[in-house]
């Protein structure tokens, strides 16, 4: 068992999968500019469940494929243009939950690394966390 120390998750123990960095091309912000041309975004995830089952069979079919919860994630980064980095996290998180049942929490960090802001900075994101209920 591994523990988690996140601002939105607080301290939450038990098995959990990690996706980090995957970088999606959105057009996502409150600018024209930002709709019009797109940006880079980069989402990190963490979905939280019983991992036991795949560990004991060695079955793909037991856990959550990581390469399909990357599709569903960039398919969301890439979809219909929102104003708010919150708004797409929290739609991350929510068909996280959606579209695999044993999934019982997901915590997305969406990043925007190109965000229009006029003074250097190392980054901005967003966190959603969500619990299956």
């Not at 599709?71 to 929102?82: F, K, Q, T």
Request: avoid cysteine.
């Amino acid at each position: 068992m591994s523990e988690i120390n996140s601002a939105a998750a607080g301290t939450r123990r038990g098995d959990r999968i990690e996706l980090r960095g995957l970088t999606v091309r959105g057009n996502h912000g409150v600018f024209d500019f930002e709709k019009r041309d797109g940006q880079d975004f980069v989402v990190d995830i963490t979905v939280w469940m019983d991992l036991s089952p795949a560990a004991e069979t060695d079955d793909l079919t037991r856990t959550l494929h990581y390469g399909e919860l990357a599709e569903h994630a960039a398919a969301v980064v890439a979809g219909p243009s929102r104003d708010l980095i919150e708004t797409v996290s929290a739609e991350i998180a929510e068909v996280v939950l959606g579209y695999d049942s044993r999934v019982d929490a997901v915590e997305v960090v969406l990043h925007k690394p190109s965000a229009p802001i006029p003074l250097t900075f190392g980054d901005v994101a967003v966190v959603a966390y969500r619990e299956r209920k």
